[in-house]
């Protein structure tokens, strides 16, 4: 076996490992996204189903947006190997259980503070902690008829 079959048979290799790699990446990414929405998603269903005309969610406002967008980013898209990435956006998935978002209020919930001495003055440094919590209200699509299969219920096999 020549230099060249052994160099083509290594790159061979490293391509593998790393399409493994990006794989396992999304998956994890994916898991990560569905457990965070899942709770909020899967009650927007249920208020839909139960025929009621508002949902009202409050959800902590790191949760909302894409998570961990870095590590999709570095993601080839182009391998059939790799799966996609989950819809990060936890409003539009609640948007195609039927709702339409009509009106978002955020709040600043203190959690805690921190406190201590300065030190060449007299005085103290107070450092505040605390979380951005979103309180969003929806409202029954005007047509009130859900898509027979929205994509959040396609991931978890379910029908609409």
Avoid at 28 to 49: G, L, P, S, Y
Avoid at 96 to 110: F, I, N, R, S
């Amino acid at each position: 076996m020549g230099f060249e079959e052994r160099w083509q048979r290594r790159q061979q290799e490293i391509a593998a490992d790393t399409d493994t790699r990006e794989a396992d990446r999304v998956r994890r990414h994916n898991d990560q996204v569905e457990k965070i929405h899942q709770q909020h998603v899967q009650a927007a269903r249920q208020a839909f189903e139960r025929g009621d005309g508002w949902f009202e969610a409050e959800i902590p406002q790191h949760a909302v947006g894409r998570l961990d967008v870095h590590a999709v980013l570095r993601t080839k898209h182009d391998h059939p190997d790799v799966p996609r990435p989950a819809r990060g956006d936890l409003l539009s998935r609640i948007e195609d259980e039927g709702w339409t978002l009509h009106t978002a209020q955020y709040l600043y919930v203190p959690t805690g503070e921190e406190s201590r001495d300065k030190v060449f003055s007299s005085g103290q440094q107070i450092r505040a902690r605390g979380d951005i919590l979103g309180m969003y209200l929806f409202q029954r699509c005007p047509d009130t008829s859900r898509p027979t299969q929205s994509p959040s219920s396609q991931r978890s096999g379910q029908t609409g």
